[in-house]
């Protein structure tokens, strides 16, 4: 079992949808969780960062953390063609007061928001 | 700063012969990250670095590979010899306070090994 899972999708939805997208994670010591944006032919680039269970808001993306579960969500309103793209989930790694200088990624979910 | 370097953006190359991917890190940078992306594993972690020193070479697949960061500015990965199972998007990533903080990525080696 992979420590992050992620649908690899395709996801395709219309201009204006709702999305919503998903990783689970096994390891309770990942502790900081971001959101990375990569278009075709081009490196990652990070869009959301966060590091406690709950809500973070950056104009139409949302990051949800639920440490509980082990379950993050992003979400992004009013989707646009802009937004295709995959996203990718990362996790960073802290135990026992060490931290690891290594980030682990889910799969990545390629988007298609089509006008 | 012009971001991440990486050269050459695309590499053909016949089994068997050497392979090597150069990256430069955006300058200040303490941090220096190999990552190799396939449809089928996703992004996978190789090594990085830290003042120039290799941290955790852990994802390094196999003696084939090996990553030099002999100054602050520079860093190359070398496959030899190189199998077609290489063949991946290849991405340098920088950092100034390691993986909790944003990586920034080049744009990536795509390797194909024939």
């Known amino acids: 079992q992979k420590e992050v899972e992620q649908d690899p999708g395709p996801l395709s939805v219309p201009e204006g949808a709702i999305v919503s997208l998903n990783c689970t994670y096994s390891?309770?010591?990942?502790?900081?969780f971001m959101w990375y944006r990569q278009y075709s032919r081009k490196g990652p680039e990070l869009l959301m960062y966060t590091y406690s269970s709950g809500n973070k808001e950056d104009g139409r993306f949302t990051a949800q953390v639920d440490k509980s579960s082990k379950y993050i969500s992003l979400f992004i309103r009013d989707s646009q063609p802009s937004d295709s793209a995959t996203y990718l989930c990362?996790?960073?790694?802290?135990?026992?007061?060490?931290?690891?200088?290594?980030?682990?990624f889910g799969q990545g979910t390629i988007l298609t928001v089509h006008p | 700063d012009a971001g991440v370097i990486q050269s050459p953006r695309h590499e053909v190359t016949e089994m068997g012969q050497e392979v090597t991917l150069r990256c430069k890190p955006i300058s200040g940078h303490d941090y220096l990250f190999w990552y190799r992306q396939t449809m089928m594993r996703g992004l996978e972690l190789l090594i990085y670095f830290n003042n120039n020193v290799p941290i955790d070479d852990s994802g390094m697949p196999e003696d084939r590979f090996s990553a030099k960061m002999p100054n602050a500015s520079f860093s190359t990965l070398k496959i030899q010899p190189s199998e077609p199972r290489d063949s991946a998007v290849y991405f340098c990533?920088?950092?100034?306070?390691?993986?909790?903080?944003?990586?920034?990525f080049g744009s990536g080696t795509q390797l194909s090994v024939l």
């Open positions: 990362a996790m960073y790694l802290i135990a026992g007061g060490t931290s690891y200088g290594k980030l682990t």
């Open positions: 390891n309770s010591a990942f502790q900081y």
């Open positions: 990533a920088s950092s100034s306070q390691g993986a909790n903080e944003k990586l920034f």
